[in-house]
């Protein structure tokens, strides 16, 4: 921190430069006095669909964004696969007959040399669903979806049911709506929120698992659309 009367502005403490401000269960409480919830999200394999199937998902997917009057974010965190534990992951299934243990065998010794000759990567969708203060605005901003504080205030009061019911509901939404394309999602809980918050961390201060650039939908007001921050 500067000397007073130095004429420089102090160094904000570590806290205040974190928009995160506590995980409850599966909620994030932000410092601006909003929340967020986090869902993850599968894929489609588009390509191998016939183009009548093609034009059904993206007829839905519009549909289920033109029906929100909050804003989504959708990221994409890209990272090396873990290529141990899918392996493990095939040697601990169910035993099959000897061609099927034979065809385990290959595929593992395949797996492995395309490790060794490129870098596999590891893809992972999560949708943000937001639930702001009674009263306030909602922020855009990136990963994963906080807004970061300003100033020194306290931040806002809140009303934790509220902001569990609002969350609650629109998560229901959200995954019923992309269900509806075919698209399976999960909300994440306490410890898996802290997780991808450590990752986000690390991946801020130069750590290996930094995300590609995500894009973000935004849907407000009329004439919604999807934009690519």
């Not at 009548?52 to 029906?67: K, W």
């Not at 130069?206 to 995300?211: E, K, M, N, Q, R």
Request: overall charge positive.
């Amino acid at each position: 921190m500067w000397p007073r009367g130095s004429g420089r502005a102090p160094y904000a403490s570590v806290q205040e430069q974190l928009p995160l401000e506590a995980i409850e269960g599966d909620v994030l409480l932000l410092g601006s006095g909003d929340a967020r919830a986090v869902l993850e999200a599968g894929s489609l394999h588009f390509a191998l669909r016939s183009e009548p199937e093609q034009e059904a998902i993206l007829h839905g997917y519009r549909r289920f964004l033109n029906a929100l009057d909050y804003p989504l974010q959708v990221l994409v965190r890209v990272a090396p696969a873990d290529i141990e534990r899918y392996l493990a992951g095939i040697a601990g299934a169910p035993a099959g007959g000897e061609a099927m243990r034979r065809l385990a065998r290959d595929h593992r010794a395949f797996v492995r040399r395309i490790a060794r000759e490129r870098t596999l990567l590891d893809r992972r969708f999560f949708v943000v669903v937001p639930a702001e203060r009674e009263g306030g605005l909602l922020a855009s901003s990136a990963w994963p979806g906080l807004a970061r504080r300003s100033g020194r205030a306290p931040a806002p009061r809140r009303d934790p049911d509220r902001i569990r019911r609002t969350l609650a509901f629109r998560c229901g939404e959200v995954m019923r709506g992309l269900g509806a394309v075919g698209v399976e999602t999960r909300r994440l809980g306490g410890e898996e929120l802290g997780a991808r918050w450590r990752e986000t961390l690390a991946a801020g201060a130069g750590g290996h698992a930094a995300p590609e650039p995500s894009p973000a939908v935004t849907v407000s007001g009329a004439g919604r659309e999807a934009s690519r921050a």
